[in-house]
């Protein structure tokens, strides 16, 4: 998706051991969002940026935590990964917040074994 | 609790005809909606968004409408084609600057 990359698009990992997904933007939005995808649940507000070093919680952000040191950069980490946090992660973008459309990246397929 | 409600079921319809997705909310006073759509393997793509004082809003195939009484939006694709087929999220506002997006409702136009 135009100026919005996530990485990696695929990861296997297991139980146990930290990961950290990245999100890359180059439209110098404000605003960054991760978000998990899964069956049953649709979209999943997992934590939110809306400034450098400014971040806060979403709805499921138990065993996720995140970093934004700058503009460009949204990282979401997951501490001990366990298998209940297999799911597709999507980074978000939006200029302005909630009352523009976001811009989604293409995910990212994280399974844990 | 503030719910999203879309249908589960796929819609099927024939090619050319109206496709009506129906969003439904509770617990909620958005300002606005938003329209995306889904196609499998990939992020959800940003089609519409529609302002409580606005009844209605258009672009191409597309038609949206937004009932604040009825707390429902209607989502209309007229003359539906096969490359139409995906799955169709509403979202809304919430807390600060944060979107809660239904389940999605999909549609597949058949030749």
């Known amino acids: 998706d135009a100026g919005i990359t996530q990485s990696p698009r695929h990861k296997v990992t297991e139980t146990g051991t930290p990961v950290t997904l990245r999100c890359h933007q180059t439209e110098n939005h404000r605003y960054m969002y991760w978000y998990r995808q899964d069956p049953g649940h649709g979209l999943r507000l997992i934590h939110y940026?809306?400034?450098?070093?400014?971040?806060d919680k979403g709805e499921v952000s138990d065993g996720y935590s995140v970093s934004r040191s700058k503009t460009e950069d949204f990282l979401l980490t997951l501490e001990s990964a366990t298998s209940s946090q297999t799911s597709v992660y999507f980074c978000a973008i939006s200029e302005a917040g909630a009352n523009y459309g976001y811009t989604f990246g293409s995910g990212t397929r994280l399974t844990v074994v | 609790s503030q719910k999203i409600e879309q249908n589960s079921e796929a819609l099927n319809i024939q090619e050319g005809k109206t496709a009506t997705l129906t969003c439904n909310y509770t617990?909620?006073?958005?300002?606005?909606l938003q329209w995306y759509r889904q196609d499998p393997g990939r992020g959800p793509v940003f089609l519409l968004l529609?302002?409580?004082?606005?009844k209605e809003k258009r672009k191409e195939r597309l038609k949206v409408t937004f009932d604040t009484t009825l707390k429902q939006s209607l989502f209309h694709i007229t003359a539906s084609q096969p490359a139409d087929s995906a799955t169709y999220l509403c979202a809304l506002p919430y807390g600060n600057n944060r979107l809660a997006f239904g389940k999605g409702n999909q549609v597949v136009v058949i030749p």
């Open positions: 529609i302002r409580e004082n606005e």
């Open positions: 940026s809306y400034g450098v070093k400014d971040t």
């Open positions: 617990n909620y006073s958005p300002a606005y």
